[in-house]
């Protein structure tokens, strides 16, 4: 099986939302594959695919490429820009720099600052005491980018050994595993991302005509994860997906990972997840995809992700996301 998506909380799309006419967001959200009504449903989910589209409409619309995520907008072309003065840098420390470079020109809302510390190399995001704050939406994406460019500038997914954030864990911290390769804390001294200070001396291996594919394919290739990646729950929820319809006992998980369930339980705790939590979203994201992607029957996508009802796929599905399949079908 191909490698299965996560799908993307309502709260990311509304905090992209924030900074649009009101008059707007409907016309975007259609546009988008996204039914309106969802927007105000917390629970509520929508794919990659979705979000990418209407992260493109919308950073057109407000001609912001972070759209109204900081205090003022960066224009179309700036992530162009931006590219254009790293990839003549010899190594990917150079290019750090100039990144926290670039945006200290445009941006007064805070400083990138990249360094060594022993064997940690890492990028941090200070705060302006100065300046407008910055919120949580943004320091989340300000470190995707940074990650997302300086892997693709060397040609590899850089490992992250950490994931801080200054500001407290939200309700729905679990969707962060999906979005950054590294245990992620909260509440930390600062906002930064950290990894072993051997990929700062990296060449850069990307050249001009390289770009123009990467940007074409913003913001998929710098905000998500793939479950390729080495945290252990992205390994089970990629096993339990390739295991539908069928669902597998936390036993065969174990031991299809090579460990033992004690080990598994404690892996997976360490990373602010249960297994029971991963069945779950497996399953609802699969449904969502299936529902925004596809005609098939709502009894034979219940079927397909481990329901042998429908009527409990129904009672399942609102309990996921707050609303009813049907919801989600008229979207497509």
């Not at 995520?69 to 179309?76: G, K, M, T």
């Not at 804390?185 to 390289?210: E, H, N, S, Y």
């Not at 297994?275 to 699969?286: C, G, L, P, S, Y």
Request: with cysteine.
């Amino acid at each position: 099986m191909n490698p299965l998506s996560a799908t993307v909380p309502i709260s990311v799309v509304n905090g992209f939302l924030s900074g649009a006419d009101p008059n707007a967001i409907a016309r975007l959200a259609e546009r988008s594959g996204i039914a309106h009504e969802l927007l105000r449903e917390p629970a509520a989910r929508v794919t990659q695919e979705q979000f990418s589209t209407l992260y493109r409409l919308l950073a057109m619309e407000l001609d912001d490429e972070m759209p109204g995520i900081f205090s003022r907008p960066l224009r179309n072309g700036t992530l162009k820009y931006l590219c254009l003065s790293l990839l003549d840098a010899s190594k990917l420390e150079i290019a750090l720099h100039r990144f926290g470079q670039f945006f200290h020109l445009i941006l007064d809302d805070f400083r990138l600052q990249s360094d060594r510390d022993g064997a940690l190399g890492y990028v941090e995001m200070a705060a302006n005491p100065q300046g407008p704050a910055v919120s949580a939406l943004g320091h989340e994406l300000m470190l995707k980018l940074v990650h997302g460019v300086a892997s693709w500038l060397i040609g590899q997914k850089i490992p992250l050994v950490e994931v801080n954030f200054h500001f407290a864990r939200p309700a729905q911290a679990s969707d962060h595993l999906y979005l950054f390769p590294g245990p992620i804390r909260f509440g930390c001294a600062a906002t930064r991302i950290g990894f072993d200070a051997a990929w700062l001396d990296m060449p850069i291996r990307q050249r001009k005509p390289d770009l123009k594919k990467f940007l074409a394919r913003a913001p998929e290739d710098w905000i998500f994860v793939s479950f390729a990646e080495q945290l252990v729950c992205h390994r089970v929820r990629q096993y339990v997906a390739d295991c539908l319809p069928g669902t597998p006992a936390i036993d065969d998980v174990a031991q299809h990972l090579h460990f033992s369930v004690r080990t598994l339980c404690r892996r997976l705790a360490a990373e602010a997840t249960t297994f029971q939590a991963i069945k779950d979203e497996v399953r609802r994201d699969i449904a969502i995809q299936r529902l925004t992607r596809s005609g098939d029957a709502i009894a034979e996508i219940a079927y397909d992700v481990g329901f042998d009802n429908p009527t409990a796929f129904h009672r399942a599905f609102r309990h996921w996301t707050g609303s009813t399949p049907n919801t989600y079908r008229r979207t497509a």
